[in-house]
T-cell receptor, first 110, second 113 residues
Framework: SQTIHQWPATLVQPVGSPLSLECTVEGTSNPNLYWYRQAAGRGLQLLFYSVGIGQISSEVPQNLSASRPQDRQFILSSKKLLLSDSGFYLC?????????FGPGTRLTVL | GENVEQHPSTLSVQEGDSAVIKCTYS??????FPWYKQELGKGPQLIID?????GEKKDQRIAVTLNKTAKHFSLHITETQPEDSAVYFCAASRDSGNTPLVFGKGTRLSVIA
């Protein structure tokens, strides 16, 4: 069966520091991969999605970037965090329909 | 692009009663409509989905209906239990879910024992 992992689970970072969040999927090949962000008490905002290695589509212009160095690995990065980057970051995968989310990373920028 | 509206934003029901959450979508090309349940501090969990070639789908106490003409779909939970309390999200996409989902803003359901 398929499994999706995200780490770290929680992160507290100062403003201006870099960020790297990692997501890996097991048990499937060539999945579509997604990064979503959820602000406190709000809905899900699509940040990036990828249909293959090295293929990244950005939905929202911001100081975040994404990379897909391997088929089942998706990384979310920032060179300098802003206060507004705080939120719950969710990685998700899909193959032939059905989108499944990981456990999320709670990021607090102070 | 697609826009998904979800109502109500909060819903309180007595244990054992039914709960209904409604969503409308704007893109007539959307053909995949999933529902997610999100418990506090966790990622959303897919609980049921429906594709545009059917009008209704049931899974035990949960059912989803789709009206393509009116471009709306609904989640029905019968015999609600306290563990049904969570935030529920509807979503829509084209290409049977192979394009990114567009989500509604969520409904916080509280089941009162």
């Amino acid at each position: 069966s398929q499994t999706i992992h995200q780490w770290p689970a929680t992160l507290v970072q100062p403003v201006g520091s870099p960020l790297s969040l990692e997501c890996t999927v097991e048990g499937t090949s060539n999945p579509n991969l997604y990064w979503y962000r959820q602000a406190a008490g709000r809905g899900l905002q699509l940040l990036f999605y990828s249909v293959g290695i090295g293929q990244i589509s950005s939905e929202v212009p911001q100081n975040l970037s994404a990379s897909r160095p391997q088929d089942r690995q998706f990384i979310l990065s920032s060179k300098k965090l802003l206060l507004s980057d705080s939120g719950f970051y969710l990685c998700a995968w899909s193959v032939a329909g059905g989108v499944f989310f990981g456990p999320g990373t709670r990021l607090t920028v102070l | 692009g697609e826009n998904v509206e979800q109502h109500p934003s909060t819903l309180s029901v007595q244990e054992g009663d039914s709960a209904v959450i409604k969503c409308t979508y704007s893109d007539s090309a959307s053909n995949y409509f999933p529902w997610y349940k999100q418990e506090l501090g966790k990622g959303p969990q897919l609980i049921i989905d429906i594709r545009s070639n059917v009008g209704e789908k049931k899974d035990q106490r949960i059912a989803v209906t789709l009206n393509k003409t009116a471009k709306h779909f609904s989640l029905h939970i019968t015999e609600t239990q306290p563990e049904d309390s969570a935030v529920y999200f509807c979503a829509a996409s084209r290409d049977s879910g192979n394009t990114p989902l567009v989500f509604g803003k969520g409904t916080r359901l509280s089941v009162i024992a």
